[in-house]
C-alpha cells in the first residue's frame, strides 16, 4: 500500500493537471450513465480509444478508489 502511495504522489508531481481534473470531476458528481472516455495516443500517432457508461456499482468502485487517493 505504501508503494503504492508512493507512485501516486510521484505521478501527481509529474501530472499536476490530473487530480485537479479529478477533482472537478468529483465536484460536478460522476452519476450513472456518465460516460467517460479515454485516447492512448502512441508517439508514432496510431489512436487507441474506448468508453465506459458508467453503471451504479461502477460508483462504489470508483468512490473507493477516490478514498485510496486521500
Not at 472537478?24 to 492512448?40: C, F, M, Y
Amino acid at each position: 500500500m505504501m508503494k503504492a502511495m508512493g507512485a501516486w504522489n510521484k505521478f501527481k508531481t509529474n501530472h499536476p493537471k490530473f487530480p485537479a481534473f479529478c477533482k472537478a470531476v468529483a465536484k460536478t458528481g460522476l452519476r450513472e450513465d456518465s460516460v467517460i472516455e479515454v485516447i492512448v495516443t502512441t508517439p508514432e500517432g496510431e489512436k487507441i480509444e474506448t468508453s465506459i457508461k458508467i453503471k451504479p456499482e461502477d460508483l462504489d468502485l470508483l468512490r473507493g478508489l477516490s478514498e485510496i487517493g486521500k
